[in-house]
């Protein structure tokens, strides 16, 4: 059984930052990718950005690219989102998503609960 916990959502002005994180943990986590997906009120879940755990590498929604960073920390098996520049389009529901076959982009079959996200003056 796998389980995520993702979490640091919260309310920030436009400009601000928040990092999220998400902590996998039930079964050894070598060669998947951890993705995260955004859903907004009346909007289908989007993906967001994603991190492939034994290469690292990195890939991020066009909306995201030079704002949103992606890291990991392997000893924890958490990942970490930094959120930079954040706008009112930004407010959502981020969810973390693990794809046990390693596969950035792709929705896996585990979710985390869901941290909540408002960019809002």
């Known amino acids: 059984q796998v389980t995520l916990v993702d979490s640091g959502g919260g309310m920030v002005q436009p400009g601000g930052s928040l990092r999220l994180s998400c902590a996998a943990s039930g079964r050894s986590f070598v060669n998947y990718a951890i993705n995260w997906f955004r859903q907004a009120p009346g909007k289908e879940r989007e993906f967001v950005c994603g991190i492939s755990w034994s290469g690292g590498g990195t890939y991020y929604a066009d909306s995201v690219q030079g704002r949103f960073t992606l890291s990991r920390d392997n000893a924890k098996n958490t990942v970490y989102l930094q959120m930079n520049s954040l706008k009112p389009e930004d407010t959502a529901v981020y969810y973390c998503?693990?794809?046990?076959?390693?596969?950035?982009?792709?929705?896996?079959?585990?979710w985390g609960q869901g941290t909540q996200v408002t960019v809002s003056s």
């Open positions: 998503n693990v794809d046990l076959q390693g596969r950035v982009g792709y929705r896996g079959d585990y």
